[in-house]
């Protein structure tokens, strides 16, 4: 039943963009990531990119609201930098670790549209449901690409790296034409999830290889991302005309 709701939504979403005319939105852009570490401290942003591909509906008579299906790549995550001081050189030195997770998102949604001047300028601002795919992380490599020689009992573990995550991506723009069927879009998206990154159960009788060495519990950790990405994008309008 759930499989056939989805085939009927989206029969229903590609069934309105055919009765109209069709936008085809290639853009891409930086990536702001930030995550919430349940039990895990602290985490700076984290500066990487997307790319994303969507199909949008065109109202030919008022282009007012729009309805639209995206895919893209997005590389979601988070830091941490520190500085040291170097008591004998007196110098600083520079240690940064990043947690990457490498996702294909599929969003749907829709737009409300205003216009702004003239040339067909308009502002927008949008809503989505939106699900993730973790295609890939670096969190099984970190011991490897920072030269440790041990792994860190308090690094994420890549075996508790869920690989479907649901969320919501929420913003507003700028689109306008460049000619009669094609255009720009600028646009500024907030994309939280609902659901975890990772979840990683409670694991208990752990030496501590930064104390005693007596057994500890390293407590449940869960991580969820927020991203906050700028996109600058190219539109191709098919343009359908009903001749009666």
Not at 91 to 101: A, L, M, T, V
Not at 221 to 228: D, G, K, P, W
Request: net charge positive; hydrophobic share 35%.
């Amino acid at each position: 039943m759930r499989k056939f709701s989805t085939l009927l939504l989206l029969a229903f979403f590609f069934g309105q963009l055919s009765a109209q005319s069709t936008a085809y939105v290639l853009q891409g852009g930086p990536t702001l990531g930030s995550q919430k570490w349940e039990n895990g401290g602290d985490r700076q942003v984290l500066f990487k990119y997307h790319v994303a591909l969507a199909i949008e509906s065109v109202n030919n008579e008022d282009d007012k609201s729009a309805g639209f299906l995206q895919i893209g790549y997005h590389v979601k995550g988070s830091a941490v930098r520190n500085n040291f001081a170097n008591v004998f050189t007196g110098g600083n030195s520079k240690f940064s670790k990043e947690y990457r997770f490498n996702n294909l998102s599929l969003a749907i949604g829709a737009k409300q549209k205003f216009p702004l001047g003239t040339n067909g300028m308009r502002y927008f601002y949008f809503g989505a449901i939106r699900g993730d795919y973790t295609l890939s992380s670096n969190i099984k490599d970190l011991s490897d690409e920072y030269g440790f020689n041990y792994i860190n009992i308090y690094d994420p573990q890549d075996e508790y790296v869920k690989k479907l995550m649901f969320g919501l991506s929420i913003g507003g723009g700028l689109q306008f034409n460049l000619s009669e069927l094609i255009g720009g879009q600028l646009t500024l998206s907030i994309c939280p999830d609902i659901t975890n990154q990772y979840r990683q159960p409670a694991i208990p009788n752990v030496i501590d290889p930064y104390g005693s060495g007596a057994n500890i519990t390293i407590p449940e950790r869960r991580i969820r991302n927020t991203v906050v990405e700028v996109s600058f994008g190219i539109r191709l309008l098919h343009k359908v005309e009903i001749v009666e």
